[in-house]
């Protein structure tokens, strides 16, 4: 079984994790990211919202952080991780391939799953016809008949937020809204057209969305339909060392509660950033917390480190000698090896 140690163990190669690696690489950390190749954002056209970067394919963006990183040194590892451990020096990741990587750190940043409705055609159409954040696919669908989907509480404020974007919008309440007083006369107020009963179909033909369908049989024609996903933390790993995720607030779905001053989490050693903690967070926002989550990783070994240096030892995985200290600090480590002299 093939085993391999560094100072940081990223597990999850999106906005996050390469923006936590590239940080971490800079700081001539030894760094390696663990990456399934599965991002949540793979069907949309373009990342929105990042500045200097508006517009770029989800691809391509992770492609430049990738080159990034390996610029700087860091490790790029594709597999899934498939458990974690703590151990007296840190932690070991197990790899669904057989690999071992170990790390005095461990930064998660495997992101989320968008939970849908069981809805025909939904599925297909999603990051194309069928969104979730005007932010993200407003523009794109201005002035277009758009369809909300019913899923929640949720839907009532997306249905009010998308009017923004078209004046002409349709609240389909799919037996699951079910809006008050006030709210009705908020729609009323917004010229938001309302239709009871259950949807049946997210409908389109050569792959452009055309309508949607009631299991009554009406068939309505809209041009693009928003939908509240429910958004469940992908925190298995997390979930392996006693984090459990917690409902989000805004009862959109479950999150993994972090210290906001750079994803520390109840376990010492343990970090995590992005999407697994922010939900709502856009791009730029997970790229912002990887960034934020590699300098406080950063400052935490220096911490360690330097007690290390006060008691007179090295710490694990390196040669205990001056030399293996100098190497360390080029950006040269080579763990459980004897130093040449240099």
Known sequence: MENTRCDVVIVGGGAAGLSAAT???????????????????????????????????????????????????????????????????????????????????????????????????????WGKGVVHCPYCHGWEIRGQRIGVLGTGPLSMHQALLFRQWSPEITLFLNDTVEPTDEEWEKLAARSITVVDGAVASVDAADGVLRGVTLRSGHAFDVQAVAVASRLEARSHLLESLGLVPQPHPSGAGRFVAVDPMGGATAVRGVYAAGNVTNPMAQVVTAAADGVMSGARINADLIDEETRWAVEGRFGPFSAASEDAVFTAVMGQRRYGLEVSDR
């Open 23 to 125: 940080t971490l690489a800079r700081a001539l950390r030894s760094v390696m990211v663990i990456d399934s190749g599965a991002p949540r954002n793979a069907p949309a056209a373009g990342v929105h919202g990042f500045l200097s970067r508006d517009g770029i394919r989800p691809g391509e963006l992770l492609a430049a952080g990738r080159r990034e990183v390996l610029s700087y040194g860091g490790t790029l590892i594709d597999g899934e991780a498939v458990s974690a451990r703590r151990t007296p020096d840190g932690f070991d990741v197990m790899t669904d391939d057989g690999r071992r990587i170990s790390g005095r750190r461990l930064l998660v940043t495997t992101g989320l799953t968008d939970e849908l409705p069981p809805i025909e055609g939904l599925r297909e159409q």
